[in-house]
């Protein structure tokens, strides 16, 4: 029940792929004599570079030349590892539990009520546990208050009725997790783990 960085992972993916795109095309444009054309074309004073003109401009050894550079890129470095090493980092699972709950009145003149996560999904535990076929059931609150999110894993017996359960889930123990936060589940995620003696475990995600 613990959650990857998958979001990121598509995001910054994404972010990098477009780069990479818009190089590899003004490489291919530049390479081919394209990108000259279409600056003549477009008047805009670029005149496309020749054959024996140099790949980098003049000025560019001047600016690599003082010792100002080598910090300068040593510093862009360290940056860049760090922003890989935070990347991976952000690849290891969490649980994101969610924080102690505040609990008001809509107006919020009888004050708060502080209330541990834990508690709550201890009694869904025991709640879930008593079901029948269900042997054991570990569950995880995340979110906030105001859109509190459940995730339950279920361990049945392989002779279980899972729909029936999932159903009892939904209807009664997740119904009753909303009443006692006084707001609807955003999501409820249900993970089965179905035990048998004559067989590994599986797992059926819901």
Not at 7 to 22: D, F
Not at 88 to 114: C, E, F, K, S, V
Request: net charge neutral; hydrophobic share 45%; with cysteine.
């Amino acid at each position: 029940m613990r959650q990857t960085a998958g979001r990121l992972n598509r995001t910054w993916l994404a972010v990098i792929g477009l780069v990479t795109l818009v190089l590899g095309i003004a490489g291919i444009l530049l390479a081919s004599g394209t990108a000259g054309t279409l600056a003549q074309s477009s008047g805009a004073g670029i005149q496309a570079p020749q054959p024996a003109d140099p790949a980098l401009p003049e000025g560019v050894r001047d600016v690599f030349a003082p010792d100002i550079a080598a910090v300068i890129l040593a510093v862009l470095a360290v940056l860049v590892g760090v922003l890989a090493l935070l990347w991976l980092l952000a690849q290891i699972p969490r649980r994101n539990q969610a924080r102690a709950l505040r609990l008001h009145g809509n107006d919020g003149a009888t004050g708060y009520t502080t209330c541990e996560p834990k508690v709550l999904t201890k009694a869904v535990e025991e709640e879930t546990g008593a079901l029948s076929g269900v042997t054991g059931a570990t569950a995880l609150l995340r979110g906030s208050a105001a859109e509190p999110e459940l995730t339950i894993d279920v361990r049945v017996d392989d002779r279980a009725d899972v729909q029936e359960i999932l159903e009892k889930i939904h209807t009664r123990v997740a119904s009753n997790l909303e009443t006692a936060l006084e707001t609807p589940l955003r999501k409820v995620a249900v993970l089965f783990n179905v035990t048998s003696h004559r067989q590994n475990d599986r797992e059926v995600v819901l």
